[in-house]
């Protein structure tokens, strides 16, 4: 190359370059897809800015309604970070903004490969991020099995954390160098909950690992920075009659989420699969209103209808809702917001919030 089109090439390289530190920071809208049997996943991309409810394209998200802002704050993964979304109305949406994005050695030697499942939660004066960590790193297996295991999924290390801010945009910074649960355990789907001024995480003990998914919970240390006791056992999906076996053997818990109905008992939704393949919220009740059960699964799942990993919170008029995504395993999944009648014995779909 003479030096007249060397230069010439070189001007075109600067100008492509500022070009490109010009553009705003957009933060990625990933569709896991660690529930089903498929796998893979795929990842949109766009800018921030008003958004409508249907047109959002993100799963596995979670909605903290702030009384303080008058505003709704959702959360979703973003590849290795969390990004957020607000609103006034549930409807007109802003974002995604990130809110979280890890170090390199946020788990010291085992690098993370992604995140899935955020939540935001208010605990007293601060703000946290419930999250799972995703790696490639492989679990050693104290106990290895007689025969191959029914899943063939590799047992990685895989666990629920939490993050902390002083306020609900972030950005947010990880409590603990791990996961919460113990670290042999492949965990998911972390969630608070508060009993009797004790605070919980509420996870699901994931069935790659023990075929049988279960719902666990593990008292935590009153600023949620470790826990303080071993996990205990809540159910396992099969006590759930709508709950049946996959299709690689597995039987899946995942996304619980609760509430105190108005008859005192405790309701706890969550999802799995039924006999159709199709993901499904269902709603199990602790008749005693505490954590420790027992539980009695209601017979027929909340919603059949493909969709899940729902979410619980109240508007600032005092509705309850129900947040989850649809259609699974599909890149149109997007966010479905439905209002919820507490009867006292159960809940009921009321109507689907649209902006149509």
Not at 164 to 175: I, K, N, Q, R, S
Not at 231 to 240: E, S, V, Y
Request: charged share 20%.
């Amino acid at each position: 190359m003479n030096l007249k089109n060397f230069l010439r090439a070189l001007v075109v390289a600067i100008c492509l370059a500022g070009v490109a530190h010009a553009q705003p920071a957009t933060a990625p809208s990933t569709q896991q897809s660690r529930r089903g049997a498929g796998g893979g996943g795929g990842r949109q991309m766009r800018p921030p800015g008003p958004i409508v409810l249907e047109d959002i394209r993100i799963r596995d998200i979670n909605i903290l309604a702030e009384p303080a802002t008058k505003t709704y704050y959702m959360v979703g993964p973003g590849g290795r970070g969390i990004v957020q979304y607000t609103s006034k109305d549930l409807v007109n949406w802003d974002g995604p903004r990130p809110v979280f994005t890890p170090p390199a050695d946020v788990w010291g030697e085992i690098r993370t490969n992604s995140i899935w499942a955020p939540e935001i939660h208010k605990y007293k004066d601060k703000y946290y991020l419930f999250f799972t960590f995703d790696t490639r790193t492989p679990l050693p297996d104290p106990n290895p099995p007689t025969k191959p295991p029914r899943s063939q999924r590799p047992l990685v290390y895989r666990g629920s954390t939490i993050a902390v801010c002083d306020v609900p945009t972030g950005p947010f910074t990880a409590l603990l160098p791990r996961s919460i649960p113990p670290q042999e355990m492949m965990t998911l789907d972390g969630t608070l909950w508060v009993e009797d001024g004790q605070p919980y995480m509420v996870f699901a003990h994931e069935w790659v690992q023990i075929t049988m998914g279960t719902i666990e919970a593990v008292k935590l240390k009153e600023d949620l920075s470790a826990p303080i006791d071993k996990p205990f056992l809540l159910f396992k999906a099969a006590d759930a009659p709508w709950a049946k076996v996959q299709v690689e053997g597995g039987t899946v818990t995942d996304g619980p989420s609760f509430h105190v109905s108005k008859s005192g008992q405790l309701f706890m939704v969550w999802s799995s699969f039924d006999d159709q393949e199709r993901y499904n919220v269902g709603l199990a009740i602790s008749p005693s209103g505490k954590l420790a059960g027992p539980w009695i699964h209601q017979p027929q799942a909340l919603y059949v209808e493909n969709g899940g990993h729902p979410n619980l919170f109240k508007t600032f008029d005092g509705k309850l809702m129900l947040l989850f995504h649809a259609p699974n395993n599909n890149p149109q999944n997007r966010p479905h917001i439905f209002e919820l009648e507490d009867t006292g014995e159960t809940l009921k779909l009321v109507r689907e919030l649209s902006s149509k």
